[in-house]
């Protein structure tokens, strides 16, 4: 069952930059966009053992620092190779300045 | 062009040959495609195969590109086992070492390399190029054996860095007078050296083996200099030829490696070539070069897959390749064949660090250790046509992507 998590304070989430935090054990990092949040898994599904958020914010885009795939902040899909498959992508929420993960 | 009629058949099922097939698939080819590969495995990716499949972090069925299954749900048929004896380019065929005839509308391929043998070596010594040459060089790394490596290159020394890992003592034995010499410059080579040395492989330089014999069950080695000695398991990693065999056969123009285009096309319009196989002229590196790269093998397939559906991309992406060694990453660029400075950014031995090579002024060739981050400035920065100062680059102060101009991210 999916529930609310609280992992940030709002104003730690800045644009161009990836926030890493770990929700129901999940690896998560949120990204703001245009203002905007946005949550996805932070693990690059190509080997699994790399975290996104150590990366680069490229617009919208996140991309690996290991072997630069590339995934779509607001959906989490994969836009360039090696990696062949989405990471997940949360709902996320704001309240009393802080930050919401549905995991 | 229009895409091709018929069949686009793959010869080989490695990494360049799979990237190929899910191209052509994803970028709208509605055609057969037919993989044919002489290993009973998907295509797959080798980095791991020197180091996790070694250790036993990586299983095999992560190095894959896709589940087996994949390819039968897209329409891609897996031709494994089967060794592609001879092509005849008039009536369009490829013909099977079994009898069965495959014919093809386009014709990729992807042959790939085989690992270099060393001349006179007996047999038993073992080499490193797929998965089942890792699984059976995994199962003599048993703590307490030793292991001989011929050639510190990027593969010997990797595969030195598990084998201590797994507790086994090891001697890595190199022609040159640092390791790596055919990738990276002497500075970095050096100190690669002295890691390996902290770690405990014993690594003799400038030296190579003069003779080898079976001794019981183990091997003796004769070296150059004189010194002799005996060793469990002896690896050569001396480097890869390029498949060409049936290329040539056939009569495509070939010099250690297929020649093609910037397209990916050889001399003849319906017949591609992709990967380790190939020899293709550099518009960056403005000469003739093959690459043996994880990189390569998917960007070169993927460019190739699109130009065989007519989209006319020249490929010209900067050389890249990685290692990692110990608790090491070291990720090059560049592929330079000279340069005439080095500047260092940081210091290897106490921290993350990055080398460029200087050409004139200009940055024609770079590594990063344990600072994969940076490596796509110092890839945009290859490919800058104008000087870039060295104070800069040595000052870690001073952002790598300040320097590129206004198109940096």
Same mark, same amino acid.
């Given at each position: 069952?999916?529930?609310?998590?609280?992992?940030?304070s709002?104003?730690?989430?800045?644009?161009?930059?990836?926030?890493?935090?770990?929700?129901?054990?999940?690896?998560?990092?949120?990204?703001?966009?245009?203002?905007?949040l946005?949550?996805?898994?932070?693990?690059?599904?190509?080997?699994?053992?790399?975290?996104?958020?150590?990366?680069?914010v490229?617009?919208?885009?996140?991309?690996?620092?290991m072997?630069?795939?590339c995934?779509?902040?607001?959906?989490?899909?994969?836009?360039?190779?090696?990696?062949?498959?989405?990471?997940?992508?949360?709902?996320?929420?704001?309240?009393?300045?802080?930050?919401?993960?549905r995991? | 062009?229009?895409?091709? +009629?018929?069949?686009?058949?793959?010869?080989?099922?490695?990494? =360049?040959?799979?990237?190929?097939?899910?191209?052509?698939?994803?970028e709208?080819?509605?055609?057969?495609?037919?993989?044919i590969?002489?290993?009973?495995h998907?295509?797959?990716?080798?980095?791991?195969?020197s180091?996790?499949?070694? $250790?036993?972090?990586?299983?095999?069925?992560?190095?894959?590109?896709?589940?087996?299954?994949? @390819?039968?749900?897209?329409?891609?048929t897996?031709?494994?086992? *089967?060794?592609?004896?001879s092509?005849?380019?008039?009536?369009?065929?490829?013909?099977?070492s079994?009898?069965?005839v495959?014919? @093809?509308?386009?014709?990729?391929?992807? $042959?790939?390399?085989r *690992?270099? %043998?060393?001349?006179?070596?007996?047999?038993?010594?073992?080499?490193?190029? $797929?998965?089942?040459?890792?699984? =059976?060089?995994?199962?003599?790394l $048993?703590?307490?054996?030793?292991?001989?490596?011929?050639g *510190?290159?990027l593969?010997?020394?990797?595969?030195?860095?598990?084998a201590?890992?797994?507790?086994?003592?090891?001697?890595?034995?190199?022609?040159?007078? @640092?390791?790596?010499?055919?990738?990276?410059?002497?500075?970095?080579?050096?100190?690669?050296?002295?890691?390996?040395?902290?770690?405990?492989?014993?690594?003799?330089?400038g030296?190579?083996?003069?003779?080898m014999?079976?001794s019981?069950e183990?091997?003796?080695?004769?070296?150059? %200099?004189?010194?002799?000695?005996?060793?469990?398991?002896?690896?050569?990693?001396i480097?890869s030829?390029?498949?060409?065999a049936?290329?040539?056969?056939?009569?495509?123009?070939?010099?250690?490696?297929? &020649?093609?285009d910037?397209?990916?096309r050889?001399? %003849?319009?319906?017949?591609?070539?992709?990967?380790?196989?190939?020899r293709?002229?550099?518009?960056?590196?403005?000469?003739?070069i093959?690459?043996?790269?994880?990189?390569?093998?998917?960007?070169?397939?993927?460019?190739?897959?699109?130009?065989i &559906?007519?989209?006319?991309? +020249?490929? *010209?992406?900067?050389?890249?390749?990685?290692?990692?060694?110990?608790?090491?990453n070291?990720?090059?660029a560049?592929?330079?064949?000279?340069?005439?400075?080095?500047?260092?950014?940081?210091?290897?031995?106490?921290?993350?660090?990055l080398?460029?090579?200087?050409?004139e002024?200009?940055?024609?060739?770079?590594?990063?250790?344990?600072?994969?981050?940076?490596?796509?400035?110092?890839?945009?920065?290859?490919?800058?046509?104008?000087?870039?100062?060295?104070?800069?680059?040595a000052?870690?102060?001073?952002?790598?992507?300040?320097?590129l101009?206004?198109?940096?991210?």
């Open positions: 069952m999916a529930e609310w998590h609280r992992v940030a709002e104003d730690e989430i800045k644009e161009g930059e990836a926030f890493p935090v770990t929700a129901a054990g999940a690896a998560i990092a949120v990204y703001r966009l245009e203002g905007a946005y949550a996805i898994g932070n693990i690059c599904p190509h080997q699994g053992d790399v975290l996104l958020s150590d990366g680069f490229d617009g919208d885009k996140i991309e690996c620092p072997h630069q795939s995934f779509e902040i607001r959906t989490g899909k994969v836009l360039g190779p090696p990696a062949q498959q989405d990471v997940p992508a949360y709902p996320v929420k704001v309240e009393d300045g802080a930050v919401f993960v995991v | 062009m229009n895409p091709p +009629p018929g069949p686009i058949v793959i010869v080989g099922a490695g990494q =360049a040959s799979g990237w190929c097939a899910m191209t052509l698939r994803r709208g080819f509605a055609g057969d495609i037919v993989v590969g002489d290993e009973s998907p295509p797959y990716e080798r980095p791991p195969l180091k996790g499949l070694l $250790t036993g972090k990586t299983p095999v069925e992560k190095t894959y590109l896709r589940p087996a299954d994949w @390819y039968a749900a897209n329409g891609i897996l031709l494994l086992g *089967a060794r592609a004896e092509i005849d380019r008039s009536l369009h065929i490829v013909r099977l079994d009898g069965r495959v014919p @093809y509308g386009a014709l990729v391929l992807a $042959t790939g390399a *690992a270099r %043998d060393l001349r006179g070596a007996p047999s038993g010594v073992m080499h490193l190029r $797929t998965i089942g040459d890792a699984l =059976a060089l995994r199962s003599r $048993t703590a307490g054996q030793s292991l001989a490596v011929i *510190a290159g593969i010997g020394l990797e595969v030195a860095a598990a201590r890992e797994l507790g086994i003592s090891v001697v890595a034995i190199e022609a040159g007078s @640092y390791p790596m010499g055919r990738v990276v410059p002497r500075e970095l080579g050096e100190h690669f050296l002295d890691v390996h040395r902290s770690r405990g492989v014993y690594v003799l330089t030296t190579s083996v003069k003779s014999a079976r019981g183990r091997m003796a080695l004769v070296l150059s %200099d004189g010194r002799s000695f005996m060793a469990d398991t002896v690896l050569v990693s480097g030829v390029p498949n060409v049936i290329a040539e056969a056939c009569g495509l123009p070939c010099d250690d490696g297929i &020649l093609v910037e397209f990916g050889t001399a %003849d319009a319906w017949v591609w070539a992709v990967g380790d196989c190939v293709l002229h550099h518009p960056l590196l403005g000469r003739r093959r690459l043996e790269t994880w990189h390569h093998a998917q960007e070169h397939a993927i460019a190739v897959a699109k130009n &559906l007519g989209r006319g991309t +020249p490929y *010209a992406a900067v050389p890249w390749s990685w290692t990692d060694q110990y608790d090491i070291l990720q090059i560049g592929a330079p064949d000279r340069w005439d400075e080095i500047v260092w950014r940081g210091d290897p031995r106490s921290g993350p660090a080398l460029f090579q200087l050409h002024g200009r940055v024609v060739g770079g590594a990063a250790l344990n600072a994969p981050r940076v490596m796509r400035f110092i890839r945009q920065m290859i490919g800058l046509k104008s000087a870039i100062s060295r104070l800069a680059l000052d870690r102060s001073v952002p790598l992507r300040t320097m101009g206004d198109k940096s991210a």
